[in-house]
């Protein structure tokens, strides 16, 4: 056991994973003034341009554009990387960057208090900058489900693949990883100028997704209502578009039998979606039960990747 703990102090990239960590949740960097922002509008910018209405057109504008986006971003960081003063360092500053855990830590605990007092306008504006669906209109049923949805994606993508891809491809592949998630949100189909344009982006993060969802998805089916809720996952996984979404949603919201899914509201069209979960509508106690849940997994889950770096780059 000594052993083992000397080679995961001794491994660089397992001390730069916490180090990030620690910093994030400490000092965490404000969603308005992070450099994700910068990215979201100059990814606006360039579909502004090439956007079309003819969907094969838009479709190809949209394969071109993440290529655009993202090929130039590989190229920089990989030429910067032997340029840096301190590797880790530049390690470290990639991947705090590619972290989100404290802002969805925020939302959720604001999100849960103002449900609980019953603060319908308090909760939509907390919703709105996180969501691209339409959130004035949302009652607290709507808000228990999308606050929940947008909570375990938020988590999902912002630190379970993020450290994934981390272990994988160190810093540059978790940055990548989370420019390729913001330009899917940016362009979500789900929203009618982009329904063609965006799927480009959709379908590489759904790529990307896959595994460490999925991964993830199956720590959280263990334990509490681990039968039900592989025999929920078992009927429903197909009901959702996107395979590792559809797995974390539908395993997290099967250990509380919670209600996710249904009709939502995107640029004033109805989109109809599936229902997933189970019968219980998400008010604020279950909110925080939901996060105690993504809590205890995440622990193990950054205990494994810990593991998982120290094979990868030092043979244990």
Not at 33 to 46: K, Q, V
Not at 186 to 212: C, E, M, N
């Amino acid at each position: 056991m000594e052993d083992v703990i000397e080679q995961l102090y001794g491994n660089g990239m397992v001390l730069i994973m916490w180090g990030a960590i620690v910093l994030q949740l400490l000092v965490p960097i404000p969603r308005q003034s992070h450099p994700m922002e910068l990215w979201r509008r100059f990814a606006i910018l360039l579909s502004d341009k090439v956007n079309s209405t003819n969907p094969n057109q838009a479709m190809l504008a949209g394969w071109l554009s993440v290529l655009l986006m993202l090929l130039p971003a590989i190229t920089v960081l990989i030429a910067l990387q032997p340029l840096v003063w301190q590797n880790e360092l530049y390690q470290l500053a990639l991947l705090l960057l590619a972290l989100d855990w404290r802002n969805s830590d925020a939302l959720i605990r604001q999100l849960s208090l103002a449900m609980a007092n019953e603060d319908k306008t308090q909760a939509r504006h907390l919703l709105k900058p996180w969501v691209n669906r339409e959130t004035d209109t949302l009652s607290l049923l709507g808000l228990g489900k999308a606050g929940a949805e947008t909570y375990l994606l938020a988590m999902g993508r912002g630190v379970i693949a993020v450290l994934f891809w981390y272990c994988l491809l160190g810093g540059i592949g978790a940055f990548i990883y989370r420019l390729t998630v913001e330009l899917a949100r940016v362009w979500s189909p789900s929203r009618q100028k982009y329904f063609a344009f965006g799927r480009a982006a959709t379908h590489l993060t759904a790529v990307l997704d896959y595994i460490p969802l999925k991964l993830f998805s199956l720590l959280i089916l263990c334990g509490h209502r681990a039968k039900q809720s592989v025999a929920l996952l078992q009927v429903q996984h197909k009901s959702w578009p996107l395979p590792g979404p559809s797995w974390l949603l539908i395993s997290s919201a099967a250990k509380y039998e919670l209600s996710l899914g249904g009709p939502a509201i995107y640029d004033a069209r109805k989109s109809v979606r599936a229902k997933i979960g189970g019968r219980i509508a998400p008010a604020a106690i279950h909110l925080s039960q939901l996060r105690q849940l993504m809590f205890s997994r995440l622990t193990i889950w950054i205990l494994g990747s810990s593991l998982l770096l120290s094979v990868i780059h030092q043979g244990l």
